[in-house]
Structures are given as structure tokens and as C-alpha cells.
């Protein structure tokens, strides 16, 4: 009797997983796909190359395999497809300023450099998304040619000069600048802070100085940085390079100052950092909203070892 019961009980439940099973079939989020291609403009070889690897998540023209579309495999399918477009989306190219386009390459490349992308867990089920280091070389040459390094004149550079000089006294100066979207109020004080490092970036020709606040000062000597303590902050302050006739760089145009503020409580959202941008000498707000803080993830996001943080600062005894 307590076998059939058993039994009874294993098909009765069965019948029920498959029920289940088939119902949740026809409860699919809504996902856009569409096979018309876009006016990607760039060469056939790199926009097959990310036609490959990103465009199914990073693309209205999305291709769903047979596995992907049983539910629940659906459900989670569909969240990183719209996650990924919410970061970048090809097929809406043609909407991202000329000016832009070139830095979500070079970004598009550190993220495949870095290994973030295509996603482990997709490139696994879905091996022909794999880039290869040909494909890597590829598009890294075509990403030279988008590179211009030519000397400007005395009167530019003279220009340039005069311009750092006012940067330096409008920041000294402690005038009204609006909060970050997200409300982060911006720091004046940051340009007392010691240079922790440098960078460049060749795709968009600025150099950059990052500074670092007491905190962030004590856990680099104190060897603490993986992950930063609460309080930590940097500052980083890109300009425009001026190249003279010797080859010299100059620091042009203020670009813009960005801030990293640790707090793993009140940032939990974002990965524990508070992000801000300023823009300009004028030091405008970036971001219609507190969601511009999508684009500062997922530019972070290959760093996710490393605290989110990019630079690697200098060694102070």
C-alpha cells in the first residue's frame, strides 16, 4: 500500500512539473528583434566581427538559439539581452554622437581585452561568439587609423597654456557648481589632493591626472586597495593633449573632472562607488539622470577584480 502511495504521490507530482513546465511557455517578456540591419560604418570585416560576437545581446537583430527560447532559459535570456542594450545597442548607431563613436570602440575592445565580453556564461553555449586574438589584432588596426597625433603651432600652444592657467584659477575659486544628477556634490577641494597616477587615452587624444584624498593616500601605503576602504576618493581630471613640433604634450582644453567615492553601503547599487562627471571649465553636470551611472558599471565592469578601479596608483612610503 505505502509503494502505491509513493507512486501514486511521484506521478501525481511529475504531472505537475510538467504542467509547469509547458504553462510558463507562453509567459514570455516582450523582446524586440528585428533582421533589418544597420548602417554600422565600418569596414565588412569589423562589423562582422562584432556582428558575431556582440550583436545578440547588443543589437536589436538578436538570434535566438533553439535552448534559448525554452523558458525558464527565456526569462533570463531576454534580461541580459535587454541589459545589453541598455549599455549599447549597434542597431541604434546612428543616434551616438560622431564624437562618441570612436570611445565606445576603444571601450568595446577593453572590454574583449579584459575578457568581460562576450560573457563567460554565454560564450560557453554559444562558442562562436569566441573572438580570436586575429580578430583582436583586427580591430585594434583598424582603431589606429582613428588615431591622429599631429604637432599644432606656437599660437595653439600658447592657447593651451593660457587656457591651464585659467583652469587653475577657476578651480581655485569656490563658485556654485550644481550636484551630479545623482547627487553627489562636486569636491573643489580635490585639486589639493596628491597625483596618485596618470593615464592617456590615444582614442579620444585627453590626458588624464588621477588624484586621491587622504584615505585613498593611506590605503595606498598601507597596501589596502583591493578592495578601498569606505571614504576612499578620486578625482580624475582629463585635458586635451597639445603635441608641439618636438613632440612634447601639452595639456589644451579642460575636458572634465570625474569622481570614484567609496562607500560599499550607500553605493551597493553601483558596485560600491558613488560616480559623478563634471564637464568643461563651466563644470556642467553630466547625465540627464541618475541613470548615466549605467554607462560609469559597465565601463568598470572588466575591473571587477580589481575593486572596479582602472589605474593602478603609485607606491608612496
Same mark, same amino acid.
Given at each position: 500500500m505505502k509503494h502505491l502511495f509513493q507512486n @501514486?504521490? /511521484?506521478?501525481?507530482?511529475?504531472f505537475i512539473i510538467i504542467f509547469i513546465f509547458l504553462a510558463i511557455q507562453f509567459i514570455k517578456p516582450k523582446l524586440e528583434i528585428s533582421s533589418q540591419s544597420n548602417d554600422l560604418s565600418l569596414n #565588412?570585416?569589423? @562589423? +562582422?566581427? /562584432? @556582428?558575431?560576437?556582440?550583436y545578440d545581446c547588443h543589437s536589436n537583430e538578436t538570434n535566438l538559439s533553439w535552448f534559448d527560447k525554452i523558458q525558464p532559459a527565456y526569462w533570463l535570456v531576454a534580461q541580459h539581452v535587454k541589459t545589453g542594450r541598455q549599455y549599447l545597442n549597434f542597431s541604434r548607431w546612428d543616434s551616438i554622437p560622431k564624437t562618441v563613436q570612436k570611445g565606445v570602440l576603444f571601450e568595446s575592445l577593453n +572590454?574583449?581585452?579584459?575578457?568581460?565580453?562576450?560573457?563567460g556564461s554565454y560564450e560557453k553555449i554559444h562558442p562562436g561568439s569566441k573572438v580570436s586574438s586575429s580578430e583582436v589584432s583586427e580591430i585594434e588596426k583598424y582603431l589606429s587609423t582613428l588615431i591622429t597625433n599631429n604637432p599644432s603651432d606656437s599660437s595653439v600652444i600658447n592657447s593651451a597654456n593660457r587656457q591651464y592657467n585659467n583652469w587653475l584659477q577657476h578651480q581655485a575659486l569656490n563658485f556654485a557648481t550644481a #550636484?551630479?544628477?545623482?547627487?553627489?556634490? /562636486?569636491i573643489p577641494a580635490y585639486k589639493n589632493w596628491k597625483a596618485i597616477s596618470s593615464t592617456d587615452r590615444?582614442?579620444?587624444?585627453?590626458?588624464?591626472?588621477? /588624484?586621491?584624498?587622504?584615505?585613498?593616500? @593611506?590605503?595606498?601605503?598601507?597596501?589596502?586597495?583591493?578592495?578601498?576602504?569606505?571614504?576612499?576618493?578620486?578625482?580624475?581630471?582629463?585635458?586635451a593633449q597639445v603635441r608641439d613640433s618636438l613632440g612634447n604634450v601639452h595639456a589644451g582644453q579642460f575636458i572634465q573632472v570625474e569622481f570614484m567615492i567609496k562607500d560599499a553601503r550607500k553605493y551597493a547599487s553601483t558596485h560600491g562607488w558613488g560616480f559623478a562627471r563634471w564637464k568643461g571649465v563651466s563644470l556642467l553636470p553630466y547625465g540627464k539622470?541618475?541613470?548615466f551611472t549605467t554607462e560609469c558599471m559597465g565601463c568598470h565592469q572588466p575591473m571587477k577584480n580589481n575593486d572596479f578601479v582602472f589605474t593602478m596608483p603609485l607606491t608612496f612610503k
Open positions: @501514486k504521490l /511521484f506521478r501525481i507530482t511529475l #565588412p570585416a569589423l @562589423k +562582422q566581427i /562584432f @556582428k558575431k560576437a556582440c +572590454q574583449i581585452q579584459f575578457g568581460t565580453m562576450p560573457l #550636484p551630479s544628477p545623482n547627487g553627489i556634490e /562636486f590615444l582614442d579620444n587624444g585627453t590626458m588624464r591626472i588621477i /588624484f586621491g584624498n587622504d584615505i585613498a593616500v @593611506k590605503a595606498i601605503s598601507n597596501k589596502n586597495i583591493n578592495p578601498w576602504p569606505d571614504g576612499t576618493i578620486f578625482a580624475k581630471a582629463a585635458w539622470n541618475k541613470l
